[in-house]
């Protein structure tokens, strides 16, 4: 049973006489006062996730993202019908996927995790209440809905899309790639990622202390929203310093941490602090980690033996095994392309620029500042999302 909750009731596989455009004035105006609803300071103190959410949708970057799409010499057309398949446990990235989709006037359908969270409710009565006054185009194009594990639903919105977009686990995209779709349409997935947090010892010791403390209430809101579960959550902490003994960096790093954690707010409840504990054990177990600290439920801190210990998988909200390298360049051969986000603080442009060219593609999609690892941007996971919801005819006169 299919349950709306954003647009109105119909038949989804139905052709529609409707026609948007790549950035059509109608969607432009709806997103924009989404984005009024999402940055009220109400909504903004509940949920501050939904603040970067507001500011992706304010009429100045829509404008910009439409010019993007539209640049080169070919002609631009919506893609077509798009079904986006988002994640429950980052309960505001569908509507950047499906808000992007919209822009470049697709008619879209967003399958809502049944498992999302308060954020994801909060976002759905703002969408109503934006419809109420949008032009009816957008209730008939655009659905949010909800339903159980229903596979004859799923295959038939498959058969109905030209382009899929899966968000979750290499698991999900699997069960979800069962359902085929026509011989034109294709997927666009997004699978299992892992991200990174280096510290250049040197920067560290060479910022002030406000540049410090700014450093770790940036990385305690990439880590500690979501639960550390996203994919551009770091999952490791590398320092990296030629001298031997950074024992008073990752000290203080820490310290400040349990400060920040503790002002902020986030805790992390006692059966997450159990499976923390336990995960951790089990790392150890497999002589990955040489010492652990457990200093409050909201941190734990592990020392890794060596970078390829790593872990990959999800720990626990507050879990940061620490290792140490002599340079950015040590890391090369660890990474591969199931890493994601790597956030860094304290590096030069010129450290940070060697360490993407040795790169060269081959792991690591995203190098960004602490604070900025659950910034969406347009391009995301190596894609250039605007042009992939898009189509393209060349006119040779």
């Given at each position: ?10 038949d989804?596989t139905?052709p529609?006489?409707d ?35 507001g500011?992706?949708l ?23 019908n ?6 429950a ?9 499906w ?38 185009v ?13 596979d ?40 299992d ?19 410090r403390?700014?450093?770790?209430l940036g ?56 499976e ?15 010492s652990?600290?457990f200093?409050a ?21 507050g ?42 593609g081959?792991?690591?999609?995203r ?5 900025s690892a659950?910034?969406?941007?347009s ?19």
């Open positions: 049973m299919i349950q709306y909750r954003f647009g109105v009731e119909g989804l139905a529609s006489d026609r948007l455009t790549v950035g059509d004035p109608r969607v432009v105006d709806f997103l924009a006062k989404l984005a009024r609803k999402l940055l009220a300071p109400a909504v903004a103190r509940r949920h501050p996730e939904l603040g970067s959410l500011f992706f304010r009429p100045a970057e829509l404008h910009r993202t439409v010019e993007h799409m539209r640049q080169g010499d070919a002609l631009v057309f919506p893609r077509g798009v079904f986006h398949i988002p994640p446990n980052v309960d505001t990235i569908f509507v950047y996927s808000a992007l989709s919209a822009l470049a006037g697709n008619h879209n359908v967003v399958r809502i995790s049944e498992r999302s969270a308060t954020a994801a409710d909060t976002i759905l009565t703002a969408l109503n209440e934006v419809l109420a006054d949008a032009d009816p957008i209730a008939r194009t655009q659905r949010m809905i909800t339903y159980g594990r229903d004859a639903v799923t295959a038939a919105l498959s058969k109905w899309a030209d382009l899929r977009v899966i968000w979750g686990g290499d698991s999900a995209v699997e069960a979800i790639r069962k359902h085929p779709l026509r011989p034109s349409a294709r997927d666009l997935t997004f699978p990622r892992t991200s990174w947090a280096a510290l250049s010892a040197d920067g560290w010791r060479a910022s002030d202390p406000a540049k403390r700014a450093a770790v990385f305690t809101n990439d880590s500690y929203w979501f639960d550390q579960a996203a994919c551009s959550s770091p999952r490791a902490v590398f320092i990296v310093g030629e001298d031997a003994d950074v024992s008073d960096v990752r000290e203080e790093f820490v310290e400040l941490l349990l400060e920040t954690v503790d002002q902020r707010g986030w805790e992390i409840d006692a059966a997450m602090a159990v923390k504990r336990v995960n951790a054990y089990g790392m150890a177990a497999t002589g990955a980690v040489s652990m600290e200093p439920n909201t941190v734990t801190a592990m020392s890794l033996i060596t970078v390829p210990d790593a872990p990959r998988r999800w720990i626990g909200a879990a940061f095994p620490f290792a140490q390298v002599g340079s950015l360049l040590e890391l090369v051969p660890a990474m591969n392309r199931q890493d994601q986000t790597f956030s860094h603080f304290g590096f030069t442009s010129e450290q940070l620029r060697e360490f993407a060219l040795a790169l060269g081959r792991g690591v999609d190098i960004v500042p602490f604070g659950l910034t969406f941007g391009i995301w996971d190596g894609y250039d999302l605007p042009r992939e919801f898009t189509r393209l005819t060349t006119l040779v006169e």
